[in-house]
């Protein structure tokens, strides 16, 4: 058999979460702001959050590899490490094979904007070419099906309903063929209709030789898209096997 | 804490060896400033759009949209002749003291705005940086972008109310363009340098406001710079006289109008504004490219 080729490496990585603003109960008047100061006491509005605690895995070419784990488990901050949108603390380390491409539900685009427009500017943002892009516009927002109720491509996505502007982003970041794509929750939105056109495009995308990371709850979505499955609790791994192996020992886990 | 899950790799090699034989990047590491400047160069059509996204985005919801682009000067510009032409009729031994003080307050407005805007230039658009991979200088760039595009408004407005005042035109209107230049360059040095800092010292957004205006003051922007020569003398004069906010401002007021004092030789000013626009310049972009890898962690 030949040697399987490995597209992301995560070598014992840990990820630090830094978060503002989570003020405690009795830190909000200036007395206790400045009591804070004077006593040097570490600011109780910097809170440090330890999401993915030393975690190792290999992903190859060719593999769909579902995330499981209850809320909170660090399944979204550790596919924007693999993105190269987190850094990872020191001693650890995320190799990756090109650029990895995050696809997720909060993926902020401009709401004042057209549909069309963001389409423009997403596609911009993945590094496309302006020819590139003109060519692919129109086929994005086909794929999206948002102008199937009527012209609502060049409406501001902030009329969108939450369905279609999901639908709309995930065209945006399948359109273009990833090495590595992450998708965050995407599955999940969009009518039945648009959740078997995209579980397709996803096929396709591996059949592209890439490798994809499918972060999800529906157990259903990543029993039909991935073979192996890695299971994330409290930022550590629990399990990295076969879909229906790693899925019953969650299963099982979670009834309790 | 440490539950390392040991993997193992076919060939039995550390998974640091297996990541370099397959020619695998580490995510975290810091490209070249040159690799940096190309990716930026790769992404030009991007913060382009960007910029005209952000100012659609921005006037596009009320009903006026892009005229406010030349309203907003305009009113500006109103304001100081109401309070200083009409109300308090300021001379301050300057000839055409409205054009004077539109100059001021136009190029001083380009900068202060740059700087306000740039500071929150990662913490606003965190959502962006969480989603996408771009190069993050696309960010203070694209800000720079949509303050020169309200400056090219603002500069018709000013080029208005300096003829309107009786100035002639001349070939020296020109040296608007590379004073432009110069400044555009400063800025877009601020503003990355104020991004890197704003996102790692939030707190430092609150204090903006009040640091402008010292350096409005300091600047000469509503009244003439002869007023500090009467009060300040050896190196408080020179420092103050470096101001390259007050170069900028000076080097416009040199182009466009007649009989003005200066606050040095033309030439003077001239290579303290290249000066200023590349030690600006540089030593932002390097501070922010520093920085690059870690913008996500807000």
């Known amino acids: 058999m030949a040697e399987r080729i490995p597209t992301i490496i995560a070598d014992n990585a840990h990820i630090i979460y830094r978060v503002v603003g989570a003020g405690s109960p009795g830190s909000g008047s200036p007395l206790a702001s400045f009591k804070r100061i004077v006593t040097g006491t570490k600011s109780a509005a910097v809170r440090e959050v330890h999401a993915v605690k030393g975690v190792s895995f290999v992903a190859y070419r060719g593999e769909a590899i579902g995330l499981i784990g209850s809320n909170g488990s660090g399944k979204s901050t550790l596919l924007r490490a693999i993105a190269g949108l987190l850094p990872v603390e020191k001693g650890g380390h995320i190799y990756a094979a090109g650029q990895p491409s995050l696809l997720g539900v909060n993926a902020a685009l401009m709401n004042d904007l057209s549909g069309e427009r963001n389409v423009v500017l997403g596609c911009l943002a993945m590094g496309m070419s302006p020819a590139e892009v003109k060519t692919k516009t129109q086929s994005i927002i086909d794929f999206s099906g948002i102008n199937e109720r009527g012209d609502f491509s060049s409406l501001p996505m902030r009329t969108y309903s939450s369905g279609m502007s999901a639908r709309l982003r995930f065209s945006i970041a399948a359109a273009k063929k990833h090495d590595v794509l992450l998708i965050d929750e995407a599955l999940a939105t969009g009518d039945a209709k648009f959740r078997r056109r995209s579980e397709q495009r996803v096929r396709d995308l591996r059949a592209e030789a890439g490798t994809v990371f499918l972060v999800s709850h529906s157990e259903q979505s990543i029993r039909d898209t991935c073979e192996r499955t890695i299971w994330l609790e409290s930022g550590v791994i629990r399990a990295d096997g076969e879909t229906e192996a790693v899925m019953q020992e969650y299963e099982e886990y979670m009834r309790k | ?298």
């Open chain 2, 1 to 298: 804490m440490s539950q390392t899950t040991v993997v193992r790799t076919e060939t039995g090699e550390s998974l640091e060896q297996l990541a370099r034989r397959h020619g695998l990047a580490s995510a975290g590491a810091l490209p070249s400033l040159r690799q940096y400047a190309q990716q930026i160069w790769a992404y030009r059509h991007f913060i382009t759009s960007y910029a005209n996204a952000r100012v659609t985005s921005a006037l596009g919801t009320t009903h006026l949209g892009m005229l406010w682009q030349v309203l907003t000067p305009l009113f500006n510009a109103a304001v100081y002749y109401v309070i200083f032409g009409v109300i308090l009729n300021t001379k301050a031994g300057v000839g055409n003291f409205i054009a004077y003080l539109c100059c001021g307050v136009f190029i001083y407005n380009f900068t202060s705005t740059v700087v306000s805007a740039g500071v929150q230039g990662i913490t606003s658009n965190l959502g962006l940086i969480r989603a996408l991979n771009f190069p993050r200088a696309a960010l203070p760039i694209s800000i720079v972008l949509v303050e020169v595009r309200n400056l090219v408004a603002s500069m018709a407005v000013l080029l208005t109310i300096v003829l309107v005042t009786g100035e002639p035109i001349t070939y020296q209107w020109l040296y608007v363009i590379p004073a432009l230049f110069l400044q555009t360059l400063f800025n877009a040095g601020l503003a990355m340098f104020g991004a890197r800092l704003g996102s790692k010292v939030i707190d430092i957004k609150n204090l903006v406001p009040f640091l402008m205006r010292i350096w409005m003051y300091t600047s000469a922007v509503l009244y003439p710079v002869q007023r500090f020569t009467d009060h300040l003398h050896g190196w408080k004069l020179e420092l103050l006289e470096a101001n390259p906010l007050l170069v900028y401002i000076e080097l416009i007021r040199h182009a466009l109008l007649e009989n003005v004092q200066l606050a040095g030789s033309p030439r003077r000013l001239w290579v303290e504004g290249l000066v200023w626009a590349v030690v600006v310049f540089s030593v932002g972009f390097v501070f922010f490219w520093r920085g690059e890898k870690g913008y996500g962690r807000g």
